[in-house]
């Protein structure tokens, strides 16, 4: 396999440990918010009821921040223990 493939794969293999990694309280609490400002500003874009432009003007901007703040937060990892078990991240080089 080519060496760049090798470190894309590895670099998946990062991502996916990264989001089943336990998260800190901190984000724990952005993550919850944001997917209850995305939920909220769904809920108003599908209203069967005339809404005025702003409303769904700003309701498509909360949908884009509560997206990207749960997405960014459910990737930060807790260090608090930074012992290593079989919840700890390793994030050295690839393949050395």
Not at 24 to 35: A, D, E, K, M, Q
Not at 57 to 77: D, E, K, L, M, R
Request: some cysteine.
């Amino acid at each position: 396999m080519p060496k760049c493939r090798l470190s894309k794969i590895w670099k998946m293999q990062q991502i996916k440990e990264n989001w089943k990694a336990p998260i800190s309280p901190f984000f724990r609490t952005v993550r919850n918010i944001g997917l209850l400002l995305t939920g909220l500003s769904a809920a108003l874009l599908t209203a069967p009821l005339a809404l005025p432009a702003l409303v769904t003007t700003i309701a498509g901007y909360i949908a884009v921040a509560g997206s990207v703040a749960a997405t960014i937060s459910q990737f930060t990892v807790d260090n608090s223990n930074d012992s290593l078990n079989e919840n700890s991240v390793d994030h050295g080089k690839p393949f050395q």
